[in-house]
């Protein structure tokens, strides 16, 4: 029988017992690793961890570190042999991270044990003198099972990208003007490629309109051709009424909605002193938005294969930079932890949509502005399953997910900090487009979504902000949390920030830019005969998916790894 299906968890006497938790000065210790501008490790990075240390007979070390037990979902094992000149790491995830906790458990050999409510449980790491941690490696899998499947051995492999992608790279790591060619490319082929305006079809009839939702705050509400890729319910024969909410067809809680910026209210639209002016083309490109209900969704957020990196990105130069640590944190990779973009098989199951996530590192720094000055050049920090693999700085829009299950999205602040032990998962990316005003409380955009280079908006050099552009926003309707999600066929961050406050939506971020690729989103339908059915917001993105030997479909971020980072959502579980 193979080695990681012979596993068996066989019970051990005593109360559930993982690892203890590190004492106050303990903690002291670790947060000042944590804030300390020096080179470190990416252990060193986790402020909240606990570790413990056990050598067995033969002389083999071990170390397991639950790098944060609040969360209780990633832990690093380092094994040292007697004869080895260094140690073996294995980045272990935790599925059931709320009824489950790890421990090392004395042995003749380097096991596990798994603590539960009803009791401990023992995981042998190595059986018949071979090694599961080394079969598992081997495995080639991703995700590779242990403990009855009850642990995973995260492996790295390489992340899936187009070809588009693996040639902009190339440019950029082979060419010594290569960033300069990408953008001039970029600029001359891109910037309105997938612009949409669609055709006014003439139908007055606006379909069955989700209620709740409302419509948007526009001149009036035309129905339009589109190339949206989801089935909806009540929507006009051939076209969408604009501004009016429809469910997604077999997915409850999924709604939505397409807007071309010209048919924003002009008590919105003509604002004075908040934008810049909206010129023809973007005013009359289509946008498309998804709106997912919170009551029925919970969300996660994974980092991809090769993206973002935590080095310094190229933008920050004189005082935005300190030339005597590797990266703005101090690391310079997050190895020995593996970072896999893709969900893990474990939440495959529940998995209801994917989008991509934000900037790389390279473009996810500032260049020019305060913010280059500042926070080591304010590079965008991003938590994972409660690992802080890039810090959290002020002054970024933060989507972040609690450990009990609370969304959020705001502009992060030193105080904020205050919610570090709690976070599971989190994305900072760029500063609002729109946010409360502290004064009145409505929605306004942003300080900077006029400011090319103070808001890093990317795009060209020339300040050419207009491209193919994704963010998302939240929204609060009769007491329910809205997560949506918006793509712009072609705008600038002030088309955005309009068509953010036509739909009521309370804050907004950018996400990411420039290609359907990375501006991707699917909802995924559960079929019964198993598998899923993918449904993507516009018709383009279908060719992003890798496909089978048999052609079928593969869905990005579930089926493969990819070299990008990306939210989902899952379906939640219904109470008992």
């Known amino acids: 029988m193979p080695l990681l299906a012979a596993l068996a968890l066989a019970p051990t006497q005593g109360s559930a017992q993982g690892i203890p938790l590190p004492g106050a000065d303990q903690l002291a210790a670790q947060r000042l690793a944590y804030d300390a501008v020096a080179t470190k490790t990416i252990v060193d990075l ?138 001039l490319v970029k600029d001359t082929f891109y910037q309105d490629a997938y612009a949409e305006t669609g055709v006014t079809l003439g139908i007055t009839a606006a379909g069955s309109v989700v209620e ?61 002193n908040e934008t810049n ?110 690992v802080v693999l890039s810090k959290l700085v002020p002054d970024l829009a933060t989507l972040y997910v609690l450990e009990d299950g609370t969304i959020g999205m705001r502009t992060w602040a030193v105080e904020d900090d205050a919610l570090l032990p709690q976070i599971r998962f989190a994305r900072q990316n760029g500063v609002p487009l729109i946010a409360p005003d502290p004064a009145t409380g409505d929605s306004v955009p942003g300080p900077l979504v006029r400011s090319w280079g103070p808001g890093n908006w990317s795009g060209s050099a020339e300040a050419q902000l207009r491209t193919l552009r994704a963010g998302a926003c939240m929204k609060t309707v009769q007491g329910r949390r809205m997560l949506i999600y918006a793509y712009f066929s072609t705008a600038t961050p002030s088309a955005m920030a309009r068509v953010f406050q036509a739909y009521g939506c309370e804050y907004a971020m950018q996400l990411d830019m420039n290609s359907v690729e990375h501006t991707y989103l699917a909802v995924y339908t559960q079929k019964p005969e198993g598998g899923l059915e993918i449904s993507h917001l516009v018709r383009a993105m279908r060719d992003i998916d890798a496909r089978a030997n048999d052609g079928t479909r593969l869905p990005r971020f579930v089926a493969y790894s990819d070299n990008r980072d990306f939210f989902y959502l899952l379906r939640k579980v219904p109470p008992s």
């Open 46 to 183: 986790q402020p909240f961890r606990a570790e413990q240390r056990m050598t067995l007979t033969d002389g083999t070390e071990l170390k397991l570190v639950s790098l944060s037990p609040a969360i209780n979902s990633w832990y690093l094992l380092e094994l040292k042999a007697p004869a080895a000149r260094r140690s073996s790491f294995y980045h272990l995830e935790n599925i059931d991270s709320h009824g489950v906790e790890l421990a090392l458990e004395p042995a003749e050999v380097p096991t596990l044990r798994l603590a539960r409510a009803d009791g401990n449980y023992s995981c042998p790491l190595v059986v018949e003198q071979a090694s599961v941690l080394e079969a598992a490696q081997k495995a080639g899998l991703p995700f590779a099972p242990l403990c009855n499947g009850q642990v995973y051995l995260r492996n790295r492999v390489d992340g899936s990208r187009t070809s588009r992608e693996r040639t902009a790279e190339f440019l950029r790591d082979n060419v010594w003007f290569g960033d300069s060619l990408v953008n």
């Open 277 to 386: 002016w909206l010129d023809e083309v973007e005013r009359w490109a289509t946008a498309y938005l998804v709106a997912f209900d919170l009551t029925e969704f919970e969300v996660g957020y994974e980092v991809g294969t090769d993206h973002p990196t935590l080095n310094w990105s190229p933008r920050p130069s004189g005082s935005g930079r300190n030339y005597s640590i590797p990266g703005p944190d101090g690391v310079a990779s997050s190895t020995p932890l593996v970072t896999l973009g893709m969900v893990s098989p474990s939440q495959a199951h529940r998995v209801a949509a994917t989008f991509t996530g934000g900037y790389k590192r390279e473009h996810g720094a500032f260049r020019m502005g305060d913010y280059a000055f500042s926070y080591n050049g304010h590079h965008y920090g991003f938590v994972v399953n409660g």
């Open 212 to 272: 709740a939702l409302g419509q948007a705050a526009l001149v009036d509400f035309p129905v339009i051709s589109t190339s949206i890729g989801m089935a909806l319910q009540g929507a006009p024969e051939g076209g969408i009424a604009q501004g009016n909410w429809y469910a997604m067809a077999g997915n409850t809680g999924v709604y939505a909605s397409v807007v071309q910026p010209a048919k924003i209210s002009r008590e919105i639209l003509d604002r004075p």
